[in-house]
């Protein structure tokens, strides 16, 4: 809780931050559009490269390279190139550091990169991004450049640990304005991984949450804290397990009963308590062999894992005897439990999604979803971030500042101080009016 209101604090007592950053988005919405992205398009022609932090090896945080002759990422007609403000880190960052899922990834990738490089390297990590449009496809319709937006970058596209990523339109979702970047970067890509848990999964909804108990595993996290709020938001009940130095922020954000997952009764504990009609599972190993018992029996109860063998079969295995080994393992454990006692037991994967995101964003600007920080790092210390991520017991987010504030804000102002300066041109005199 102490994190959550710290944030609330700073975005309370810093109203010259405010100032300057809505001057900014002043500048971003203004008749000047069309001249960034003819001005973002010659510096592109002049120089193809941006820095970037890549890995050229699968392997330990020793793989991590800053390079500033990353290749900028091209524009076809439905994408859109944002210039990242700020990226966090999730779980997966690490593991895909590792090589985990590249079975896999790999045929997700742009085959035309992969046959030209005959490799997936360089590699840039990062699954969240906040940051401003830069540039739209002919085909694009949502956005213009100088949009603030943030998105959850899927695990086959190049990450958000650079100066600009490109994604499709409908990958990306127009930021809360009410959040700074280093906020909004927090969010997307639990968000995406929770809502497709919960709602693609789990059969959960805002219509149909009243009435639920639901169970978090791991609670502390950025999926547990993410769902936490969002299950709040839709009226269920919801239990969390975390650890013991964890139960302040989770019952801040919401939770009605916390058992420390390090105590040697929590099974215990949970036992005693009303049964579950969904459990989130966001810690796996063994977690399913005591919690499943915990499920309502023959009410079409709902047992949702975000930590399956797939991608670890299919990079053991191959992609065939991979995925042949996982759908047998997941048709026995489903088959088995409805059986027993009438639940479901599914797999949850993350989804990208840009509307889903504009819905979490009514949600954030409602003040029903904060965002969770635990750790900040500027763009030069992505090794240290990692480091940060990699300790485990998160309370939250640890989010890269790839562009700091003040430094956005003098881009901004020299923009602004090449644009035409023709007599009568209101909107360039009042924007230089506000940056000054």
């Given amino acids: 809780m102490g994190s959550v209101r710290l944030l609330t604090s700073i975005r309370l007592l810093c109203p010259s931050y405010r100032t300057a950053v809505g001057s900014t988005k002043t500048l971003a919405r203004a008749r000047c559009n069309v001249y960034c992205r003819r001005h973002f398009c010659r510096s592109s022609r002049q120089q193809n490269c941006m820095p970037a932090w890549v890995i050229d090896e699968y392997g330990t945080n020793a793989v991590l390279r800053f390079t500033d002759e990353a290749t900028i ?19 997966i960052d690490m593991s895909m550091r590792g090589g985990y899922g590249a079975t896999l990834l790999n045929l997700r990738r742009d085959p035309k990169i992969l046959m030209q490089n005959d490799s997936e390297f360089p590699l840039i990590l990062g699954r969240d991004v906040s940051g401003v449009v830069v540039d739209c496809g002919s085909g694009v319709t949502h956005f213009t450049p100088g949009d603030e937006v943030w998105a959850a970058v899927p695990p086959w596209k190049q990450g958000s ?74 009226g269920a009940h919801v239990t969390v397990t975390c650890a013991h130095n964890a139960e302040g922020l989770v019952r801040g954000l919401g939770a009605d009963e916390v058992v420390d997952y390090a105590a040697g009764d929590a099974a215990a504990q949970l036992e005693i308590m009303e049964r579950f009609d969904v459990i989130l599972d966001n810690v796996g190993g063994e977690t399913d062999q005591w919690a499943l018992g915990l499920l309502r029996s023959w009410t079409g109860a709902k047992y949702v894992t975000l930590v399956s063998p797939f991608l670890h079969n299919t990079d053991a295995m191959g992609l065939v005897d991979g995925t042949i080994r996982s759908g047998f393992s997941l048709h026995n454990k489903a088959i088995q439990n409805i059986m027993s006692h009438g639940a479901f037991y599914r ?32 763009f030069a210390q992505v090794p240290q971030a990692f480091q940060k991520a990699e300790q485990g017991h998160a309370r939250g987010k640890t989010v890269v500042r790839v562009v700091e504030e003040d430094e956005g804000i003098t881009q901004a102002k020299e923009m602004v101080e090449d644009l035409p300066r023709e007599a009568g041109d209101a909107d360039a005199m009042q924007m230089r009016a506000a940056l000054r």
Wanted: net charge negative.
């Fill in 161 to 234: 640990l650079a100066e600009f990523v490109t994604l499709t339109e409908y990958e990306v979702s127009h930021k809360p304005k009410s959040l700074s970047h280093v906020e909004a970067a927090s969010i997307p890509y639990v968000a995406s991984t929770a809502l497709s848990a919960l709602v693609n999964a789990g059969g959960l909804c805002r219509d149909n949450c009243s009435d639920k108990r639901v169970l978090i595993t791991g609670g502390s996290g950025g999926v547990g804290t993410f769902s936490i709020q969002l299950l709040k938001a839709w």
């Fill in 347 to 378: 797999w949850g994967f993350y989804a990208p999604d840009g509307p889903a995101l504009d819905e979490v964003c009514q949600l954030v600007e409602a003040g029903k979803i904060l965002p969770v920080v635990e750790a900040q790092f500027p």
């Fill in 73 to 91: 990422p091209t524009v076809t007609d439905s994408d859109v190139m944002i210039q990242v403000h700020a990226a966090s880190l999730n779980p």
